[in-house]
């Protein structure tokens, strides 16, 4: 049974920074790339980025690219994403993802298979 559970979640000023954590129970966390999405109100969950098992191969969204850093710690069973410059069209639930299979980093929500419940981040203009 796979679990990922975020954290680090909050409200922020324009131009603030947050980390967001995922920690995933479960055996052979450093076997699978995982993911960062986003939805906001009203709007389809959109990609922001992927780490490949290894965390040597990344990928992020054009919106985010320069200011988010993605990282995982295979002895922690975490992954991580450095929010830094944000800005209130940041505001979304995040989720972390699993990718399905042993394949490598993928923008798209259906090649994922195992999510977690989401955290908050609102960012203030």
């Known amino acids: 049974q796979v679990q990922l559970v975020e954290s680090g979640g909050g409200l922020v000023q324009a131009g603030g920074s947050l980390r967001l954590s995922c920690a995933a129970s479960?055996?052979?966390?450093?076997?699978?790339?995982m993911g960062w999405f986003r939805q906001a109100p009203g709007k389809e969950r959109e990609f922001v980025a992927a780490?490949?098992?290894?965390?040597?191969?990344?990928s992020y969204a054009d919106s985010v690219k320069g200011r988010f850093t993605i990282s995982r710690d295979n002895a922690k069973n975490t992954v991580y994403l450095q929010m830094n410059s944000l800005k209130p069209e940041d505001t979304a639930v995040y989720y972390c993802?699993?990718?399905?299979?042993?394949?490598?980093?993928?923008?798209?929500?259906?090649?994922?298979?195992?999510w977690g419940q989401g955290t908050q981040v609102t960012v203030s203009s």
């Open positions: 993802a699993r990718r399905r299979g042993g394949w490598g980093i993928s923008r798209t929500t259906y090649d994922y298979e195992y």
């Open positions: 479960g055996r052979s966390f450093s076997n699978y790339a």
């Open positions: 780490i490949g098992w290894r965390g040597s191969t990344t």
